[in-house]
């Protein structure tokens, strides 16, 4: 929701999610994530309410801890590059970083991953339009 809040006058959203109503609330963008949850559980109709929740728990985990997981790998690539002082620190925390990160999105199974992949690749998709229009004009 924050990166959300972040982006909208950033120009890399649609201008329909700019939308504000008189309390300054993104209220198109807030309706139109709540329908998009709803439409995700009405996928898991086949299993119990409390399965569902644990579903969009595991989503929602994964979709937070690859905000850490690819700048630690990032910063394993830099480190290696450019070996600053105390490398073998550095080194170990960010290795600590991405292994349990990584521990933390493939142990949720394959099934929430590939979701979060179609999710990331809608959203690059929505990024890639809106940046494209950017340059453009």
């Known amino acids: 929701t924050v990166l959300f809040f972040d982006h909208l ?6 201008a329909f999610f700019m939308y504000e109503n008189k309390h300054n609330a993104p209220s198109k963008g807030l309706i139109i994530g709540a329908v998009l949850a709803s439409l995700l559980l009405l996928l898991t109709l086949n299993k119990s309410l409390l399965d569902a929740f644990n579903y969009l728990l595991l989503i929602t985990t994964i979709s937070n801890v690859l905000s850490y997981f690819l700048p630690a790998l990032a910063l394993l690539f830099l480190l290696f590059r450019l070996r600053p002082k105390n490398f073998i620190l550095k080194m170990l925390i960010a290795l600590l ?3 349990f990160s990584g521990y933390v999105i493939f142990s949720n199974g394959q099934d929430a991953i590939i979701w979060i992949v179609v999710l990331l690749s809608s959203s690059a998709i929505i990024f890639y339009l809106m940046k494209r229009k950017q340059i453009g004009n």
């Open 9 to 14: 006058h950033t120009e890399l959203m649609p």
């Open 97 to 99: 970083a991405f292994v």
